[in-house]
C-alpha cells in the first residue's frame, strides 16, 4: 500500500519551496459554468506552470483558498496539473487583484 502520507508531504514540502523561492509569479483568473471565479497563482517550474495558490469565488459569495498550507477540504482542492495559458481559459490578471481575493 502507498504511503499517502509521505506523498501529501513530499507534495507540501515541493509547493512550499515554489512558493517560498519565487521572484516571479503569475497570476490568472477563470470564469467557471457555475458562475463562480477561480484565481490563481503560479510559478514556472522546469518549464511548467505550477499552481502554488489557488482560491475559489463562488456564485453565492463563499471563497475558498488552497495552496501548500491547505491542499484539499469538501469543496475541493489545488490542483495538481500543471497550466497552459495558452490551452487552459484563463486571463491574466494583475497581482493586486489575486491578492485582494486571496486576503479577503
Known amino acids: 500500500m502507498v504511503d499517502l502520507e509521505r506523498i501529501a508531504a513530499e507534495i507540501m514540502a515541493y509547493l512550499r519551496a515554489l512558493d517560498?523561492?519565487?521572484t516571479l509569479r503569475h497570476h490568472f483568473?477563470?470564469?467557471?459554468?457555475?458562475?463562480?471565479?477561480?484565481?490563481?497563482?503560479?510559478?514556472?517550474?522546469?518549464?511548467?506552470?505550477?499552481?502554488?495558490?489557488q482560491a475559489e469565488?463562488?456564485?453565492?459569495g463563499q471563497l475558498h483558498r488552497y495552496s501548500w498550507e491547505h491542499l484539499e477540504d469538501e469543496h475541493g482542492g489545488l490542483t495538481d496539473q500543471a497550466i497552459g495559458p495558452e490551452e487552459d481559459p484563463l486571463e491574466a490578471i494583475p497581482a493586486e487583484e489575486f491578492h485582494r481575493v486571496w486576503t479577503r
Open 20 to 22: 517560498e523561492s519565487a
Open 57 to 60: 469565488l463562488t456564485s453565492a
Open 29 to 53: 483568473r477563470h470564469a467557471d459554468e457555475e458562475g463562480g471565479l477561480w484565481y490563481i497563482e503560479a510559478v514556472l517550474d522546469r518549464g511548467e506552470l505550477i499552481v502554488i495558490k
